[in-house]
């Protein structure tokens, strides 16, 4: 006959296997609930990879693009609709239709809509001739490209296929008048790399201004809203490098280094009008040869 004690023992020892088998239970079903809700959160319904991932990654990849030059393909493996879109002058993205992120210092040019598994990403620098910024570039398909200048740059190249028209002229009178009614004709200098882009061909009323390979890349490349508030982060990034080296320029002088070369004065004068609007090859030309002048004379460079 087992005696009072040992029954309360055995009695214990079923309460704590009881206890334990509910906590197991119980432990169970909450990493049951919440893998389930990692699941839902991170795909949909017909397994797509959420808006917020692809938002994820495309940050963090506008983020490793922004100081290096290179051309690679997103492969989200799931198709995905991107719109990129410019709101109170800054630029900002959707994914699959999800609410907006907005594209914190970075200067995309993109189409209005891109849908695809696939997106390819490209960089290129900016130079007005220091560098003022990296432009990231992002697009799914090709362009008819009818160039009637003569331009041999890599990523236009490569953009050439069949889809939107788009022609490059040489031609320009301040009217967009030599292209056809809802096509993008961008008229380039090769000489001066002055553009203006006429968006939607012969009744473009405001052809927008534009500088430099890079961003002739980007008219190739955009729409108009996006391709305008592009610009205009790229005209806010140029004040901020225009003011660094005016500061430069202003400490080289107080120095009294060189205090015979009024290069620095020059430089600080014609950076504080510089604007992309006024922008041509001479001006450009300009600095480069005065940075010249100043590391042949034994002075510091400016940049």
């Given at each position: ?20 088998w ?7 079903v909450?990493?049951?609930?919440f ?13 797509n990879?959420?808006?917020r991932?692809?938002a ?28 990129f879109y ?26 209005d809509?891109?849908?695809?598994s ?9 130079k ?58 961008i008229?380039?200098?090769k000489?001066?790399e002055?553009?203006?882009v ?6 473009d ?88 002048d100043?590391?042949a ?7």
């Open positions: 006959m087992a005696s009072a004690l040992d029954k309360k023992r055995i009695n214990k020892r079923g309460i704590a296997v009881t206890f334990n509910i906590f197991s239970l119980v432990a169970g909450l990493i049951f609930f893998l389930v809700y990692f699941a839902v959160q991170n795909t949909d319904l017909f397994g990879v959420t808006a991932i692809v994820e990654e495309l940050d963090i990849l506008f983020s490793g693009y922004e100081t290096i030059q290179t051309r690679s393909m997103l492969d989200f493996g799931k198709n995905v609709e991107l719109d410019c709101d109170d002058s800054t630029q900002k993205f959707k994914v699959n239709g999800e609410t907006g992120k907005t594209i914190w210092d970075k200067i995309i040019f993109s189409p809509k891109i849908e695809s696939k997106i390819n990403v490209a960089t290129a620098s900016w007005v001739p220091f560098r003022v910024a990296n432009f990231i570039y992002i697009f799914d398909e090709k362009y008819n490209i009818k160039d009637d200048v003569g331009i041999n740059i890599g990523l236009i190249n490569n953009l050439k296929g069949s889809g939107k028209n788009v022609l490059i002229s040489p031609y320009f009178d301040g009217k967009c008048q030599n292209g056809e009614d809802g096509k993008k004709v008229h380039y200098n000489e001066t002055e553009g203006y006429c968006f939607d061909g012969k009744d009323k405001s052809p927008v201004k534009f500088f430099g390979e890079a961003m002739l890349i980007g008219a190739v490349l955009s729409d108009k809203d996006n391709f305008e508030c592009a610009k205009n982060k790229a005209e806010e990034k140029l004040n901020i490098m225009k003011k660094v080296f005016a500061n430069k320029n202003n400490n080289l002088e107080d120095t009294g280094l060189c205090e015979e070369n009024s290069l620095y004065g020059r430089f600080t004068n014609k950076m504080n009008i510089l604007t992309i609007d006024l922008m041509n090859k001479n001006t450009i030309n300009s600095f480069e040869s005065w940075n010249k100043l590391i004379g034994g002075c510091a460079s400016v940049y």
